[in-house]
């Protein structure tokens, strides 16, 4: 490797102001206003981000590339590195060149009437949500729960927003790629000079190749079409609470079974208890003072703390956040059908708030009032206030396994899971996304730093349990992605041998970021490079 070669060529590309030789400075702001390379919440193996290299074009990118096989530099791609809970912009490989594109930042084309857009990988959800009411567009995006990322790098790793159209990756459509030798594919149709339909039809003619850059190290995503809905004549949000902690199962069965009927249409989001606690303990100094030391999160929270708050504050054990978009006339109809559901459901309470667009128009996100999380598609960076990367602020780890639209089945999860996250003295708080046929299960780990070391144990006690319920996560940390993709036994290992295969085969000299969702050349050396085999 001859990284200062690299980092001469590269500066001659895209400029000396455009590489940070060293990654305290140069990536999009983030927490505690830190322009720093890097994961926010560290984990025990070391991640640290090396220098960075900020291309504004394509053919930028492209010459970064031969550069980098030239001088055998891996690079780490991120869009805007804003990961969190899953590593930031830090790379797997300690000391990586970060590949940061956050000033590829263009929206190529918003079309209202077919409603999608071309976006570059610099484009962040927020910035997407302003174009489109600046120029008063009837139109209604999906963002996650934080809207400072980019809707490339959240789309590739199959991030989830709260409107109908939620799980990001199935309304992708269209890609543009540098491969891994420099070389410039278009997917799908786009495969046609100019092509008319690229962003509108996701297949193609031939194999489908867009899979291939979702959650891997095969190629970096310059250009991507993303679809989103029109904006309803009228919305309905509905939020269902159930007082006791073995409600789930009827609770979450009935919400996959309104989906799967298509009244609901967009994922109900569940959380609990813990939840809600969190969010009364940063409102009322009162509450706040009740949780006393345990407010930090450097331990568990005991049991009759819990109860204690939840029977002050009246709380539900669950709660249902979903919504109805659609015609005026056809609301009052399915909220009906909701609620005849629900009052099957034992102490189920249905409360809801409808939105009427004026005859003849449409709402604008921004007419409705604000839900806890963005149904009606506005960003915001509220929920990462609560957090902080000083070593006495707030960190947070995700482990989101897969699991079926069953709520018997999330609920024996659910207990083994808090369980084994209790026995570490961490607290478990649910982040359940519901989709018609899965449900995406996030234990999301709030714990203050000085509970770092238990991380690690927790995740791989937590990993191992959800394999023998037959589990994998739909995304992990950097730091577990080896051991995560070391589950994926089915024939010995035949998806594990065919991604090597296709890595050395496009990518002989392992430039774009090496153990990617544990994808390497057959010849990386894990133990040279830092990392435990599992
Ligand atoms: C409190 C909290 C709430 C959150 N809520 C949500 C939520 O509701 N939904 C959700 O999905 N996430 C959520 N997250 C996780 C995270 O913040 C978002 O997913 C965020 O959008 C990801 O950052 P990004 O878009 O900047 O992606 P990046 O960090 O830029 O990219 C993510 C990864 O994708 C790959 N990648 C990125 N760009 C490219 C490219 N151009 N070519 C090839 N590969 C690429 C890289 O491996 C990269 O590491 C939350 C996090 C926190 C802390």
Known sequence: MQLEKFLTAAEAIVGSENVSREPTSGAPEGLDGSAAYGDPFPLSRPHRPGPAVRPDTVDQVRELVRAANRFEVPMWTVSRGKNLGYGGSAPVVDRNVILDLHRMNKIIEINEEYAYAIVEPGVTFIQLYEEIKKRKLNLWISVPAIGWGSVVGNTLERGIGYTQDAAHYKHQCGMEVVLPDGDLLRTGMGVVEDSKVWPLYSGGFGPGLDGLFFQSNYGIVTKMGIQFS??????????????????????????????????????????????????????????????????????????????????????????????????PEAQAGLLEAVKRRFKQVKGAKVTHETFNAMPGEYLRSEDVTQDFLPQSGVPSIDHALAFSSKEDGLWHNCYSPVLPPSGRELYEWYVRAKKITEDHDLNFLADFHVFDRYIISINLIMFHPSAKARLHDVQYALMEDSKKLGYLEYRTHISFMDATAAHQTFNNGAFGRFTTMLKDTIDPNGILSPGKQGIWNSTAKLERLGLEEK
């Open 230 to 327: 029109p904006a309803p004549e009228a919305y309905t949000r509905i939020l269902v609470e159930v007082p006791e902690e073995q409600d789930l199962a009827p609770l979450v069965g009935t919400m996959t079974d309104l989906m799967r009927r298509r009244i609901v249409a967009n994922p109900p989001q569940l959380y609990g208890r813990m939840t809600l606690i969190i969010g009364a303990a940063r409102r009322d100094p009162e509450i706040a003072k009740i949780l006393g030391e345990h407010g930090n999160f450097a331990r568990h929270i005991p049991h009759d703390l819990i109860s204690k708050v939840s029977s002050i504050l009246g709380l539900p054990a669950w709660c249902a956040d979903f919504a109805l978009y659609g015609p």
